[in-house]
């Protein structure tokens, strides 16, 4: 399964940075998504990126702030977020498709591995 880590509690404006790695398999083959949840909300996409890494995508209300990478050969993928607001406060999942060397995709349900999720609370 994946693991997602790198969360915490941090001031508005600051930065964090998420990892996502894999325990049994490796995610270097795979696009890897990024989504979150906030309490009481739906769990909403918000970056992915190719298995090679060439091609990234991102939700509008993170766009110019969060920056998707990975690196293959530590089989990491990272979702650095800077000019962090409270509106960014929810549990972000990182999450793989079930077909290698595919595409990726901002549709939650395309999704096949997830990860157990980590915590990002933004104070005001």
């Known amino acids: 399964q994946l693991q997602a880590s790198g969360g915490g509690l941090v001031q508005a404006g600051g930065s964090l940075r998420l990892s996502c790695a894999a325990s049994g398999r490796t995610i270097s083959t795979y696009g890897v998504g990024w989504f979150r949840q906030a309490p009481g909300k739906e769990r909403e996409f918000v970056s992915a990126?190719?298995?090679?890494?060439?091609?990234?995508r991102y939700a509008d209300s993170v766009k110019g702030r969060f920056t998707i990478s990975r690196d293959n050969a530590k089989a990491a993928v990272y979702l650095q977020m800077n000019s962090l607001k409270p509106e960014d406060t929810a549990v972000y999942y990182c999450?793989?498709?079930?077909?290698?060397?595919?595409?990726?995709?901002?549709?939650?349900?395309?999704?096949?591995?997830w990860g157990q999720g980590t915590q990002v609370t933004v104070s005001s």
């Open positions: 990126i190719s298995w090679t890494g060439d091609s990234t």
């Open positions: 999450a793989a498709p079930r077909t290698a060397k595919g595409y990726y995709y901002t549709n939650a349900d395309m999704y096949h591995y």
